[in-house]
């Protein structure tokens, strides 16, 4: 197989060694004769992958005793649905900060609900480039929380400090920067993520919940409610048993490999080398503003959509792959996760600029 990079912004690239670890236990988990997908989410075998999950995530991020940690199915997507039925109590709005795609889909949610939804702040005037200051004057204290995406992956902006909303608990979608910032949990109510970026497989949302923002309303499901599913560990229902033993390979490795400085020193770098490359360049762009470039996705464009198809198209035949822009964004990105390595982003460089040499008179 010829060598390739996958740029994908997700599901994404794992780290090998993850990968590598599940083929070798694949058919027989730990002299079980069973493969870790045919056991019993109720077995000690699997019980003790789920812990060892939640206890290596809570060392990585250093999770307070005070919050609850959830591994749950339905997407991110899902978490704009369940955030709003269990937080907003009658009478209450809740704010939203509009930077990209996805938290207008998040506020959407909320407003299909009923809610009263208050858009505090928006980019939406510059395309989504930046990262809109919030003034604590601006959130109103009686609302039910905050809503941010710390890492808009289409547009490739992120939060470099998180707002002080006094004491409005701020609920943040950190799906594609999880584990690659060092946010500290305690300056969120809630956190969620779909996990196909930088945690493991697709069908695992990772929610963390400060313990008082449990319980709030009655939910109209069991299964929409963070109390249940709480109370069971998890385990309310068959959870994504695969993907979460997937996701505890890959704590294991990120841990081995530093943790989540080491993430921060090394995503930096790699975003580093890519944004300094495209300044040298005459040909490609960012289109993000200095001040809130994302270290995990990155787009850049030609200004040219002719040329910019020209480069997906040869890039994809070189082995880059994924590499093409949102289809709201145009242009290329570049999702460099955790998992993603150095050499795939020189690689990528010395491409950029051969073929920059090569069509440069265009
Ligand atoms: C920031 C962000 N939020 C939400 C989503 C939606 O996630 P899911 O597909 O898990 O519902 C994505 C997916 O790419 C995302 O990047």
Not at 71 to 78: E, T, W
Not at 191 to 204: H, M, S, V
Not at 271 to 295: N, Q, T, W
């Amino acid at each position: 197989m010829t060598k390739i990079y996958n740029f994908s912004a997700g599901p994404a690239v794992l780290p090998k060694p993850a990968l590598e670890k599940a083929q070798a236990e694949l058919l027989d988990y730990r002299n079980s004769g069973m493969s870790v997908m045919e056991l019993s989410h109720r077995s000690s075998l699997f019980e003790e992958i789920i812990e060892g999950a939640e206890s290596l995530l809570r060392e990585l991020m250093g999770i307070p005793e005070n919050y609850q940690v959830l591994f749950l199915q339905g997407g991110a997507s899902l978490q704009f649905t369940m955030v709003p039925l269990n937080l907003i109590k009658d009478g209450q709005k809740a704010l939203y900060v509009n930077t990209g795609s996805w938290s207008k889909k998040a506020a959407a949610a909320a407003k299909e609900l009923g809610k009263e939804v208050e858009v505090i702040a928006s980019s939406e005037d510059k395309k989504f480039t930046y990262i809109p200051e919030i003034p604590l004057e601006a959130i109103d204290q009686d609302a039910a929380y905050l809503h941010i995406t710390t890492n808009n992956t289409i547009e490739g902006t992120a939060y470099q400090k998180i707002p002080n909303a006094g004491k409005v608990p701020i609920v943040a979608d950190m799906s594609s920067n999880i584990l690659a910032n060092d946010y500290k949990v305690e300056d969120f109510g809630v956190i969620y993520a779909g996990a196909q970026k930088n945690i493991g497989p697709a069908g695992l949302t990772v929610v963390i919940i400060r313990d008082d923002l449990i319980g709030l309303t009655s939910p109209i499901a069991p299964m929409l409610d963070y109390q249940t599913q709480a109370k069971a560990h998890s385990l309310y229902n068959t959870p994504p048993t695969f993907a979460i033993y997937m996701a505890r390979l890959v704590f294991e490795w990120l841990k081995a490999e530093g943790g989540v400085p080491a993430m921060l020193k090394q995503d930096g770098e790699k975003s580093s080398l890519l944004y300094e490359a495209i300044k040298r360049s005459k040909m490609f762009e960012s289109p993000v503003d200095p001040g809130s470039r994302s270290i995990t996705n990155i787009p850049f464009v030609t200004g040219d959509a002719e040329l910019d198809k020209a480069f997906v198209a040869e890039a994809t035949k070189a082995g880059f792959m994924n590499i093409k822009g949102h289809r709201s964004v145009g242009g290329m990105r570049a999702s460099l996760y955790n998992a993603f390595p150095k050499q795939g982003v020189l690689d990528l460089i010395q491409f950029m600029e051969t073929f920059e040499k090569e069509h440069g008179g265009k």
